[in-house]
């Protein structure tokens, strides 16, 4: 029998010592609620669960961005219900102008109400906001430049126009000489990505020749309107299309920028680009609309002519809330989306992270029962070596 060294005591301290530790590991795992509470409980698990947690973390932001774009586009898409009805109610003044029974008394008075709500038509579109920002100015349309800012700009293009610094338009042959039609309107010169050619574009010339509209494959469509300075003082069809001539070559910069990116996913490039395009008198073809007259002026357009301006005006904030409608079903989708994804990365990471607590309890009960049991043999393994007390009486 030894007493300087209480083996039985040492190895029976070693196991209460083992069951300690895990019980006290199941204490922290039940009060928790984890099961991984530090990294050396599961280096790997913890490094794909704090993945997932950032990617939910993301999502969860990401849905939130989608509904506030749906507010976006619902805001702007009732200012253009609005404009819609001012022009049904304009419309409806235009077609009574037009009537031969009203003298010209009476087409002045309904051309008072037209131009009050031209004047309306144009506030609208510059009061409708967004914390703060304004939606139908032309502020979230695609961004393009010109090397020539003076003398034109890019009004519009569509989505089909991919980006690129290749487009060119030849003024100097717009106007070409048919033997049937001398002012007859010819393809002007184009160069892009797909058609480095003149070949499958086709170009057009509002009456007033300050804006030109290139057609392309697809719904291609590119509008460079004419500056005012070009224009200045040029009182006849010739002097116009004279000084249009002038203009040269000039080349132009689809940046593909501009619209509103609403951040719909949790990493880069998941975003969702809102073109609003700008909602003007101008852009609509009502800038010179007066029904005080039947017939319009060089100036102005008449009752007559104006029923199809309107009707034009009509289709263009047709087709822009056509747009939005599908961006907000897009976004809606993505909020359903989102939430399909949040919910099975959380289950994902519940089975990484969370605790079961019914089998945790369980290993608390068997570690507890342990360590009572160990604490009471080291009790009686430290006693054993005073029964050499006995052999020294």
Known sequence: ??????????????????????????????????????????????????????????????????????????????????????????????????????????????????????????????????????????SFDMKAYTDKPEQAQVDFYSQDVPPSKDYKVDFSKLFGKDPADPDAFTIPSVEAPAKPSDSGYTATVNDDLDQVTLTGPGDFKLVVGINDKVLEGKTTPAQKKAAIREIGTMNMDITGIGAMKIQVGANEGQELAVQIPTVSLYRMGLDKLDISTVDGSENATGASAGIDAIKGALDYINDIRSRLGAYENRLEHNVASVDISFENLTASYSRIMDVDMAEEMTEYTTQQVLVQAGTSMLSQANERPQTVLQLLQ
């Open 1 to 138: 029998m030894r007493i300087n060294y209480n083996a039985s005591a040492v190895v029976t301290n070693k196991s209460l010592n083992k069951n300690d530790s895990l019980l006290s590991q199941s204490l922290q795992r039940l009060s928790s609620g984890l099961k991984v509470n530090r990294a050396q409980d599961n280096p790997a698990g913890l490094a794909i669960a704090h993945r997932m947690d950032s990617q939910i973390k993301g999502l969860d932001v990401g849905k939130r961005n989608s509904n506030d774009g749906i507010s976006v586009i619902s805001t702007a898409e009732g200012a253009l219900s609005e404009m819609s009805a001012i022009l049904q109610r304009m419309n409806q003044l235009a077609v009574q102008s037009a009537n031969g029974s009203n003298t010209d008394d009476d087409r002045r008075l309904l051309d008072q109400e037209v131009q009050q709500l031209k004047q309306e038509l144009t506030r609208i579109s510059k009061d409708t906001e967004f914390n703060g920002m304004p939606l139908l100015d032309g």
